[in-house]
């Protein structure tokens, strides 16, 4: 950990600080936050994946049921409103077929197989009544009924769904029977049929000139089929940019692979050849942030955003027109090469913002400041107001021993706040010195990969492969003093994250006009995304529960939330759940708080946090919208958006993170998972919410993988945090 000494900002005490500057006199407000740097060996770490690596992997089915494709069938006693679905089902061994609706009591299932024998009616026997069950995914519950198929056959099965209403008087009536269809908004998205309602169809309408077909409607589903297929077979969807910015291209990449021997190995998968020639069909439904759905058609035939015909990547242009958060459903169909009929979809979110502003295409500087302290300037055009931006570079430059090779000195990176005075805007990092002088380095420096990010998306909004990075003479002359000192060998801790030139914790409590802190050490209990309290507060001492319950937060809303909770105590370490472990590392990674002035053993313990995603970011956003519930849509939760937020923690805030991950437990006699759905849309192992990969965190302390628990409630093994032995030994290892 960063030793007490450096851990608090003098700025927001003390004023600000100044720098003369090639801009003039440029004042330099350091807020609260930290600026920050890695060792040469850590920077790959900290570069941005290539967005195809980004993406998501499927071997099932979530199909949307709409009310326009039902019939009416009228008889004597009753009229039938029927909606019939075919599937194309390829899977392995017992599968289950769920439906999801807000509705889905009232419908009753009925499953034939490829040769037209029906081998279940929900109608023709009371016995065969499937329950109405509460089905968990994520952290929410939907109402639902679900059938298991035992072995079933490949091919093509009929779904079929109805509900049946007394007859009226007359069929007219039954038809224009009063009743509303509670039709999508921007406020809700629930679509609910009431008995005795003829469905009403909308016309969709064309939109121009987004090729090659674009439909656009506002009607929801009234819910979901969920099957599974053969895992050995998966598709992969991905967006080919890293700037999802507004007005940008960007593209939408599905295809084809064969993961047979290699489940649950993502890389291994990612390195796999799109199978050529299984795809027969390939579209995608987009809602934007307006909630309007346009329906595009993926092709591979080099046209449309598609890059080269006939290499089995299908890939449609996507829209970026509005800001805020779009889905996109994707589904494929096709034969596999052993003649198998196929369907899989991916679910997922991307977001747009505007950009705020770019590179001013013009040298970056480095000034000398006080002591081993300089700065890096970086001059930006501002296209838009913007509070803040997260700015990242790495530092490279010449060797002093004469062959003058070029050679990294760090990588730094920091929340910054856009300085403008009459002529120009510019972005400012706090560096050290020494990173240059250690490994013996002079000009001429230049940056690598020098990026910028929104703070509260992680979303990229440019990036330049290499900027020159000027000095002048009084860093020059700095420079060469230090290097004719002894080098300094090792990394020190104010080298790691040194924007700030530190008070100690005596003086911080001295300062009752800013009332920063307040006595005690504890250690805070975090929840997760969209939850309630989960934490016996009874297993752990000198606690203290964080309790912002059932909300959508950023990384980065989340961390500033238990900064601000956490000021009334002198320090306190933190045991997160979920989401909760990844805001606490935002928190340590970004901002100075009481978790810098803790001590005495582990700073940040989490259990089940997907730190790098999980599936159910869009499968649970699109079922929250159909039931009303949920807490919303949320990026950073998403793999894309998780690889994204990634790339801004250094490797020392995460070696500060000591995780644990489980699964459910296994028995040979039977079909195991956490959650039926959710088992259906993750790869084993998996919690039913964190898949055991997506729970790993590179450079942090892997305390393990543990069977028999789940990530929450309602599940078939307990939740994960009321395993008492384990909140019994992070209890006893925590700072405070």
Known sequence: ????????????????????????????????????????????????????????????????????????????????????????????????????????????????????????????????TLATENIAIGNQSYKGKKHILKTPAAGAWKISLTRQSQKSSSNSDFQN????????????????????????????????????????????????????????????????????????KINLVSYMIDSKNILGERKLQQKKAALVGNIDIASVTVTTPSNKTINLSLQDDGTSGDKMAGDGLFSVRLPTDEIGVYTTHVQVEGIRPDGSQFSRTVIDLYPVVAKSLSFAKKPARLIADQ?????????????????????????????????????????????????????????????????????????????????????EENVPLEKLTSLPLLTNRVFDNKLSLNLLQPKQLSVTNDMLSNAFEGRNKTSLQADSSKQIYASGNKLMLVHGYCSGGVWNTGQFSSSVEFQDFNQNRSHDTFARKIRDFGNQFSSFGVVAHSQGGAAALQLYAKYWSGLDNATGGRLIQSVGTPYQGTALAGNAAVLGDIFGIGCGKNTDLTYSGAA?????????????????????????????????????????????????????????????????????????????????????????RAAR
């Open 1 to 128: 950990m960063i030793s007490n000494s450096i851990r608090s900002s003098k700025t927001i005490l003390l004023g600000a600080s100044f720098a003369i500057s090639f801009f003039g006199s440029q004042v330099v407000d350091a807020n609260t936050y930290k600026h920050v740097a890695v060792a040469p060996q850590d920077i790959e770490q900290q570069r941005l994946p290539a967005p195809q690596a980004k993406g998501v992997f499927s071997h099932s089915t979530m199909l949307p049921i709409y009310s326009k494709d039902a019939k009416m069938i009228s008889n004597a006693q009753t009229n039938e409103m029927v909606i019939n679905k075919s599937i194309k089902f390829d899977g392995k061994g017992d599968s289950p077929i769920i439906f999801l609706g807000p509705d889905a009591e009232q419908w009753q299932m009925s499953i034939t197989d490829p040769n037209g024998r029906k081998v279940f009616d929900e109608k023709k026997l009371p016995t065969n």
């Open 177 to 248: 029977r009063s009743g509303a269809i509670n039709k999508s908004s921007s406020n809700t998205n629930k679509l609910m049929l009431r008995d005795g309602m003829q469905p009403a169809i909308e016309k969709p309408q064309l939109i121009a000139a987004r090729p090659p077909v674009t439909i656009q409607s506002n009607q929801q589903p009234i819910g979901y089929l969920l099957f599974k297929g053969d895992p050995d077979f998966k598709v992969y969807s991905h967006i080919d940019s890293h700037f999802t910015t507004q007005g940008n």
């Open 371 to 455: 002591g081993n302290k300089s700065f890096l300037q970086l001059p930006v055009i501002l296209h838009k107001s913007i509070d803040r931006v997260y700015l990242s570079a790495e530092i490279w430059g010449a060797t002093a021993n004469g062959k003058g090779q070029a050679k990294a000195a760090t990588w730094v990176g920091g929340i910054v706040e856009p300085k403008t005075n009459s002529r120009d805007s510019v972005l400012q990092l706090k560096i050290d010195d020494r990173w240059l002088t250690t490994q013996g380095l002079k000009a001429p420096f230049q940056l690598k990969n020098v990026t910028l990010q929104t703070v």
């Open 644 to 732: 994204n937020w990634l790339a801004t923690i250094p490797s020392w805030a995460r070696a500060q993170v000591d995780y644990y991950t489980t699964s459910f437990d296994t028995r040979w006699w039977r079909w195991d998972y956490c959650n039926i759905a959710t088992d259906l849309l993750l790869d084993d192992p998996e919690d039913g919410t964190t898949e055991k990969w997506s729970g790993q965190l590179s450079g942090a302390v892997n305390k393990g993988h543990k069977k028999g628990w789940c990530h929450t409630n309602g599940m078939r093994d307990p939740a994960q945090f009321k395993d008492s032995s384990r909140n019994s030994s992070m209890n006893s």
